[in-house]
């Protein structure tokens, strides 16, 4: 079946910098959809693209819908304390089917 | 009212138990879905009702058995399940458009806060 390569894996980072994550797929997708799971809770949508180039923010996030539509990015600036969690990406294929990333773990260096 | 609930949050199970697991969504949306989530794993996507009918099956054990009443409820009935089943189950709702008999899913899914399940 379709999957997604999302990178990286897991990132660390010091409070303050700038943070950008992607994914990737062989497929072309109609949605892309960034999602946020905090321990312990369930994923909470982020960001939700429905065109190709489309360039969307929400606060310190920003995520665009790759032209060829078979890519996405998403990146925080500023980077919080409260930005630690996994970040999962998420396409809807022609099939109308979610295909998801394995997620991308956040992690504040001390 | 938070949009989707799940209870109950965390559940440890024998082999030999049956058990179930309930959503309830607050949204008004006419799709639920079940997902298995494992670490460091993609989120596996298990039943779909739009409708109230099941619309997937992804190759799911028959030890797990969804149930529909209505558009707002989900429940995932656990019956003999094995220690690789131990994860979390995560629910889910989105707002279904039907265009010209097909389910034109807008698929922004909205999540609960998932049972961690532990069999042992």
């Known amino acids: 079946g379709q999957q997604l390569n999302q990178s990286p894996q897991s990132m660390f980072i010091q409070e303050g910098e700038d943070v950008s994550m992607n994914c990737t797929s062989s497929?072309?997708?109609?949605?892309w959809l960034w999602y946020k799971q905090d321990p312990g809770e369930g994923p909470v949508l982020l960001i939700a693209l429905y065109k190709a180039g489309e360039l969307t923010s929400n606060g310190r996030l920003t995520a665009q819908f790759g032209i060829t539509r078979k890519d996405s990015f998403l990146n925080i600036s500023a980077s919080i304390p409260s930005d630690v969690g996994i970040y999962f990406c998420?396409?809807?294929?022609?099939?109308?089917?979610?295909?998801w990333g394995a997620g991308t773990k956040l992690i504040i260096k001390p | 009212e938070t949009g989707v609930t799940q209870t109950p949050r965390h559940l440890v199970m024998g082999m030999t138990n049956k058990k179930s697991l309930k959503c309830e969504q607050h949204l008004g949306h006419n799709a639920m879905y079940w997902y298995k989530q494992s670490a460091k794993k993609p989120l596996e996507l298990m039943f779909v009702?739009?409708?109230?009918?099941?619309?997937e099956n992804n190759s799911v054990p028959s030890r797990f058995s969804p149930e529909c009443p209505n558009s707002s409820h989900l429940f995932l009935h656990l019956h003999t399940l094995q220690p690789e089943d131990s994860a979390l189950y995560l629910c889910?709702?989105?707002?279904?458009?039907?265009?010209?008999?097909?389910?034109?899913?807008?698929?922004?899914?909205?999540f609960g806060p998932g049972t961690r399940l532990l069999v042992l």
């Open positions: 009702y739009n409708f109230k009918e099941q619309t």
């Open positions: 889910a709702s989105s707002q279904v458009v039907r265009l010209a008999g097909t389910s034109r899913g807008q698929e922004t899914q909205y």
């Open positions: 998420a396409g809807d294929d022609s099939n109308y089917q979610l295909i």
């Open positions: 497929s072309i997708f109609n949605t």
